[in-house]
């Protein structure tokens, strides 16, 4: 069983459309993120989700509005995509063991903006 | 403010050989610090983890030893395989009054083992 999935697993589109990638973890987590890789596959945090309630947001254009319906599952829509929108986009879902949280990633989705 | 600088690549070995990839680190407070492995068109696997100084985490023949006097979580592996060949990455995640569990992560290392 897939631990945590992410659909779509490659997305091409064109500049200007509005597309949504989603998110499900299976493993009863808390906690949920969104990580952006770029290029030259550096990663860095987006979004964070606990129970429900919106926990981090870095500085991310407003373009970009996660949601999520319930704890098991994180959704990115992304509006009037922009060609530097074109990274591969990792969710992940954690659980805190003491002060650590354990973070488990999904395969990733590739957008290509052209 | 947190950061993870990890050494460029990439790095290129022959089988067998020794593997070091040195990751130091910049935190307030106490940090956790993994490291991560991607493998190519995959997503991220935890590799190990350690959570205090002097803690040393270890798997699949990979370790590292948080080093708090040096800032370090330098990754090693005594014989490389080409199948470890991959996308490394050493990240931290800093306890504090709101921990949030975000990674920061190095700019990752590509291990690629030769046969």
């Known amino acids: 069983d897939t631990a945590v999935s992410q659909t779509p697993k490659y997305l091409v589109t064109q500049m200007g459309n509005d597309k949504s990638i989603k998110c499900e973890q299976n493993l009863g987590h808390d906690t949920m993120y969104w990580y952006k890789q770029d290029s030259k596959k550096f990663l860095k945090i987006m979004f964070s989700?606990?129970?429900?309630?919106?926990?981090i947001n870095e500085t991310v254009p407003n373009r970009f509005s996660p949601k999520s319906p319930d704890k098991a599952h994180l959704n990115l829509h992304i509006n009037s995509l922009e060609l530097g929108d074109s990274a591969v986009y990792f969710c992940?879902?954690?659980?805190?063991?003491?002060?650590?949280?354990?973070?488990?990633f999904g395969p990733g989705t590739r957008l290509t903006v052209t | 403010g947190n950061s993870v600088t990890q050494m460029e690549g990439p790095v290129t070995l022959s089988e067998e050989a020794f593997l070091t990839i040195n990751c130091t680190y910049t935190?307030?407070?106490?940090?956790?610090l993994f490291w991560y492995v991607q493998y190519p068109g995959e997503g991220l696997q935890l590799l190990l983890k350690a959570t205090k100084a002097d803690d040393k985490g270890s798997n699949k023949g990979f370790e590292a030893t948080y080093r708090k006097e040096t800032t370090s979580f330098h990754l090693e592996k005594g014989s490389v395989q080409v199948s470890d060949s991959a996308v490394y990455f050493c990240a931290l995640s800093n306890y504090g009054s709101s921990n949030t569990g975000k990674l920061i992560f190095g700019q990752g290392t590509t291990l690629q083992v030769k046969p």
């Open positions: 992940a879902s954690a659980h805190a063991e003491g002060a650590t949280y354990e973070q488990y």
């Open positions: 935190a307030t407070g106490y940090p956790s």
């Open positions: 989700y606990n129970n429900k309630e919106l926990i």
